[in-house]
């Protein structure tokens, strides 16, 4: 199993792999040379990369892909075969909510196929304060999918979100076929 961590720079895609890395993941971080888009001192440039042995032998593979618009031509290369992906928002931004449309454009295969979870992090409001806004915007696309309130720092916190998706991915799977 493939699965995609994606969202813009600095939203946790990195930390969230190495949340839950059975290996010592794969970076390409680089100085980041785009202080106006995040403040943070690196930055992916090719992708991130970790494993998630299961007990049966098989290996979930976690991708994370670069969240810069100018590496914008590496999502669909680092998409394909991808049984899904983890949307993470920074809920700190200003645009955080024309960032949720932006990866809902990006990725129309993934959210056809409700293959997507939407995690929103970087706050510290309440669940109920926080996803409104977000749930409509999903509502104004008739859009059903999981929406959650997350530190991608907590593993148990991104494991709630890997098994969520590939639980929805088996649930499509199983609609598909009857």
Known sequence: MKIL?????????????HSVSDIPPVNTEAENTDAAQHSKATTTVAMDYGEIHLDEGDTV????????????FMWPILG??????????????????????????????LVERGALVIAVGHTQQKQSEVLPAYRDI????????????????????????????????EVNQLQDAL
């Open 5 to 17: 961590f994606i969202g813009p720079m600095g939203a946790g895609k990195t930390t969230a792999i």
């Open 61 to 72: 593979a976690l991708y994370g892909i670069p969240g810069q618009n100018r590496f914008a």
């Open 80 to 109: 394909e075969g991808a049984m899904g992906a983890v949307l993470l928002l920074d809920h700190s931004r200003a645009d955080s909510l024309e960032t949720l449309t932006t990866y809902l454009d990006a990725f129309p295969a």
């Open 138 to 169: 999903l509502a104004g696309r008739s859009l059903a999918l999981p929406l959650f309130v997350t530190d991608v720092r907590e593993k148990r916190n991104v494991l709630l979100l890997i098994e969520t998706l590939i639980a929805n991915a």
